[in-house]
């Protein structure tokens, strides 16, 4: 399984990039997907999730900036990003509880590569 990430790249302080992450490979379902960043020197830390229902989390930081959903028929997360901010800068990895039925479930975390956003007069 594979995770493709792709969308970063530089932007204005208060300007928009829409993040994508397809999923690629042998699996029967996905169950959570989420965006995560990890700024230089510190943690990854959670930006958004969303369950195959389409039910949605957010880091308190961009709760009204930010926007996550999926695609299940293309096994593809998005994250909208409105009114950026130069601390939003960081690598912004995907990730994917995968599933596949091997006689019982069984659930497989992956991580996309990263995509680097730069929020930057």
């Known amino acids: 399984v594979q995770l493709q990430a792709s969308g970063g790249g530089l932007v204005q302080p208060g300007g928009s990039l829409r993040l994508s992450c397809v999923a690629s490979g042998s699996f029967d379902s996905i169950n959570n997907m989420g965006w995560y960043l990890q700024a230089p020197g510190k943690q990854r830390e959670l930006v958004a999730a969303v369950t195959s229902g389409g039910t949605t989390n957010y880091a308190d930081s961009v709760k009204g900036r930010f926007t996550i959903s999926r695609d299940n028929a293309k096994n593809t997360v998005y994250l909208q990003m409105n009114s950026l901010k130069p601390e939003d800068t960081a690598v912004y990895y995907c990730?994917?509880?995968?599933?596949?039925?091997?006689?019982?479930?069984?659930?497989?975390?992956?991580w996309g590569q990263g995509t680097l956003v730069t929020v930057s007069s």
């Open positions: 990730n994917a509880e995968v599933v596949r039925y091997l006689g019982k479930q069984y659930q497989f975390l992956y």
